[in-house]
């Protein structure tokens, strides 16, 4: 069966450091990728989008890669700040559909 | 530009009572779609539809469950009989293509006593 997995397990990093964030699938075949924040009572907001033919993608303190042999994508937030404190969800366009398939998302605590 | 809205943002409706569900995407933007999402939860895709026209609707109930766009004015999600179990909060997005990415709105809280 089709599954988009994200570590539901919340994170906990002190301010100033790398959060990463993982996003791994199965029985998908992704045209691309994107990364969603979201905050408590609000809609998703769209940050990054990687494609199948790219590796890494950057925006600032953000940086996304894409391995397709290995079916992951990583989310790395670099010196994080407690602003940063949301929930993170991935999001996927299946090859043959037209609308994002998204994960259950990781909530992400940055303590200062 | 004004983002994404819809409304209401609490919706409290009884048991067998209609829910009815609003969203004006952003401006240019001629593709909607309707995400659910339950606590502690992913969004769930329900139904994806570009002026007029339903593209695609495969995640939403065939029963008690409607939804459109029409020429003018905002999309409605529409439903019917609702149960306990349709206590969800409701996204809608909206994008300028069927490929770009999506805006969201705030969403409808619906909450079925």
């Known amino acids: 069966s089709q599954k988009i997995e994200q570590n539901s397990e919340a994170l906990n990093i002190q301010e100033g450091k790398t959060a990463t964030l993982t996003c791994n699938y199965t029985?998908?075949?992704?045209?691309?990728l994107q990364w969603y924040r979201q905050d408590p009572g609000r809609g998703p907001v769209f940050l990054l989008l990687?494609?199948?033919?790219?590796k890494e993608k950057r925006k600032e303190r953000l940086k996304v890669t894409f391995d397709t042999t290995l079916k992951q994508s990583l989310f790395h937030i670099t010196a994080s700040q407690p602003a940063d404190s949301a929930t993170y969800l991935c999001?996927?366009?299946?090859?043959?559909?037209?609308?994002?398939?998204f994960g259950s998302g990781t909530r992400l605590q940055v303590q200062p | 530009n004004a983002g994404v809205m819809q409304n209401p943002r609490h919706l409290v409706r009884r048991r067998g009572q209609e829910a009815r569900l609003r969203c004006s995407p952003m401006?240019?933007?001629?593709?909607v779609y309707w995400y659910r999402q339950l606590p502690e939860e992913g969004l769930k895709f329900m139904v994806y539809?570009?002026?007029?026209?339903?593209?695609?609707e495969s995640g939403m109930p065939k029963e008690r469950f409607s939804a459109e766009f029409p020429k003018e004015g905002p999309s409605i999600l529409r439903i019917q009989q609702v149960v306990r179990g349709d206590s969800a909060a409701y996204f809608c997005?909206?994008?300028?293509?069927?490929?770009?990415?999506?805006?969201f709105g705030n969403g409808t809280r619906l909450t079925v006593t």
């Open positions: 539809l570009q002026k007029e026209n339903i593209i695609d």
């Open positions: 997005a909206s994008s300028p293509g069927w490929d770009s990415p999506l805006h």
């Open positions: 999001a996927l366009l299946d090859t043959g559909r037209r609308a994002l398939t």
């Open positions: 401006k240019g933007h001629s593709h």
């Open positions: 990687i494609r199948e033919n790219e």
């Open positions: 029985n998908y075949s992704p045209a691309y």
